[in-house]
């Protein structure tokens, strides 16, 4: 991926993105307002300690008068006292509103994570969403908090101690205010370039973590085909361009700051220069000038902190960049009103045709298929042929480009997603469970609903009982991530007792067997056999074998049913179907003989 391709533009004005994102604190505007206000004490304080050092200089070295030495200490430590407790007040309020933050923009994020369609996931890196939701919004909240803070309390610190050195002497300010338009010029060129690098930067973190991401999750296949010198490769080119980008930001970040201090140097010194004139030394006394100077020595550091806020906006308005162009984004097509209650299961698909992207080849192109109630198809075809995109479109995980599906007479569009989908559930080839309790896998989306006895029940339909109590923590056993710990058709059978446990009247299977050994088959397909008792069940099966007992069979090709029927009925004569189990079994047959030859 080189830079040009991941340089992204900005999908909206910097201003824009920033009060979209200041939002997210409103809710939190109390702490937000303490924290201001005391941001606006710890600057007002600035200014008094500058301030102090004119009547101790005129009082007691001018003027003689020693009271003022005395006080001085006091009121010193009475200043850093108070200064200290409103930077304090300011630093905790602000961060508390920033975490508050930060779990708001999570939150909304997961959520979107939860909402967004198939489509969109076909094509997203796991990696780069991942980035949005645990590095972006740290920046994000960085910009609200420290960025905000920043302002507040360095902008009226320098506007405090501008007034003071106006106050003392309008002459020399006037000189030193030429440098403003010059810093100000030079922060806004900054600051665009600070923005570009951060987008660059969130784009590399992102492919930094999807590189790690895909390791961890490959690991035996990267062990396996000796990959660890290809993954080290990929991943350090990967880390080398987000070095890169970080140092382009360094270099920015200090160059800036060294401009700055040059800008500002110069207007010291050109104010020294004003001072050694006679026409203007005689109108300001020694504590006026060592207080006027001190004013700008103190200044120098919210400048220099300047460019260090607009690095943190600029990074928090990128951030916001990209997190809001994915809540942006459209989420699943919910447009059902009506609630599903009771389901017999008569499905039918009329004329339906499928393509993945607008103006892209069909996957399904025209099929009509029929369900009765109870009863159990089949779907058969190589690899390509749509069987699984067919079975996708049921939940409505993809929507149909043409055509219609109908459940009990209605079209499924009619339903919310959330009603339609509790009626079906659904065994893959590949198991997912996740990194939690056996129990809690089997339960997974009606764990408050359920009984420990219900899960034990469902667990012994699924053939599962007895290697679960043989775990170390039984039902509570923690199964790993993907349920590394357990077997495949281990895995399997938590699956079908999680399939069981829904008791749903709509059942699909797909391939739930063709992974497995004879004997873990053996046992998962007698729990399948007790599960699809009752239910409208489609299955997709590689293994002919498998879907004998099937009440009709659909053979798919290029998207497109060919021939149906049953086992014996589509045997008969030449057909497809029977040309694929004439294939798969003679291949069956063939394959111990040349095993026995292949042994010494």
């Known amino acids: 991926m080189s830079e040009k391709q991941t340089d992204r533009k900005p999908l909206t004005g910097g201003m824009i993105i920033y009060r979209r994102l200041l939002k997210y604190a409103f ?3 109390k702490m937000f307002l303490a924290s201001i206000l005391a941001m606006i004490a710890y600057a007002s304080l600035g200014p008094a300690f500058a301030k102090l050092i004119q009547p101790l200089i005129d009082g007691s070295f001018i003027e003689n008068d020693p009271e003022i030495l005395r006080q001085a200490p006091f009121i ?9 407790i409103a930077g304090f007040a300011g630093d905790y309020c602000s961060g508390w509103v920033g975490r508050r933050v930060i779990a708001d923009l999570r939150r909304d994020l997961f959520d979107q994570f939860l909402n967004l369609p198939c489509t969109y996931y076909d094509h997203a890196s796991s990696g780069q969403l991942l980035a949005k939701l645990l590095y972006n919004t740290e920046q994000v909240a960085n910009s609200l908090t420290k960025g905000v803070v920043a302002v507040f309390k360095d902008g009226l610190t320098i506007v405090g101690l501008t007034l003071l050195m106006v106050y003392e002497n309008a002459l020399l300010s006037l000189v030193f205010m030429v440098v403003g338009p010059v810093l100000g010029i030079s922060i806004r060129q900054v600051s665009k370039r600070f923005r570009k690098i951060s987008m660059r930067i969130q784009e590399s973190m992102g492919n930094v973590g999807h590189v790690a991401q895909e ?5 035996r296949i990267v062990k396996v085909f000796n990959g660890k010198g290809y993954e080290t490769q990929k991943f350090a080119r990967e880390n080398e361009r987000n070095q890169r980008r970080q140092m382009k930001l360094i270099v920015t970040d200090a160059a800036a700051g060294a401009l700055i201090q040059l800008i500002y140097i110069s207007g010291f010194a050109a104010i020294l220069y004003v001072v050694s004139l006679d026409s203007v030394r005689h109108t300001i006394t020694p504590g006026s000038l060592i207080a006027f100077i001190a004013a700008m020595a103190m200044m120098l550091s919210p400048i220099k902190r300047a460019t260090q806020v607009v690095n943190i906006m600029q990074k928090g308005i990128a951030a916001g960049d990209s997190i809001f162009e994915l809540l942006d984004k459209a989420r699943e097509h919910d447009g059902g009103t009506q609630v599903l209650d009771a389901v017999k299961g008569h499905i039918e698909y009329k004329s339906v045709s499928l393509a993945y992207r607008e103006g892209g080849d069909y996957a399904l192109n025209n099929v009509d298929l ?11 075809g190589q690899s390509g042929s749509g069987k699984t995109s067919l079975i996708r479109l049921l939940p409505r ?20 997603l959330e009603s339609l989908r509790r009626h079906i559930a659904y065994v893959g080839q590949e198991v997912t469970l996740f990194n939690d309790t056996v129990a809690n896998n089997i339960a997974y989306g009606s764990r408050e609903s359920v009984s420990p006895e219900e899960i034990r029940q469902a667990a012994g339909t699924a053939h599962a009982l007895d ?12 199964v790993g991530q993907q349920g590394i710990v357990l077997s495949g058709g281990q895995r399997q059978r938590i699956a079908i007792a999680r399939a069981v446990l829904k008791n749903a009247p709509i059942l699909i299977l797909d391939e739930a067997t063709s992974a497995l050994d004879a004997e873990s088959e053996r046992h998962v397909q007698e729990a399948l056999e007790v599960l699809m008792k009752g239910r409208t069940t489609l299955v997709i099966a590689h293994r002919l074998s498998t879907i004998q007992n099937a009440d009709r069979i659909y053979v798919m090709r290029d998207g497109r049913i060919i021939e149906s029927g049953t086992h014996e009925q589509l045997l008969r004569g030449k057909s497809y179907y029977a040309e694929l189990h004439r294939l798969q079994f003679e291949h069956k047959a063939i394959r111990p003989i040349s095993q026995v030859h292949a042994m010494p």
């Open 27 to 29: 809710p939190y505007w």
């Open 76 to 84: 010193l430590l009475g200043l850093s006292l108070a200064r200290g």
């Open 215 to 219: 390791v961890i999750d490959a690991q």
């Open 397 to 416: 995980l993809y929507e149909p480009t043409r055509g219609e599906i109908r459940l009990d007479g209605r079209d499924i569009r009619e339903f919310t």
């Open 370 to 380: 029929t369900l009765m109630p109870g009863e159990t198809i089949a779907l058969v």
């Open 467 to 478: 290697f679960i109590e043989g775990l170390p923590q039984g039902f509570e056993t923690v």
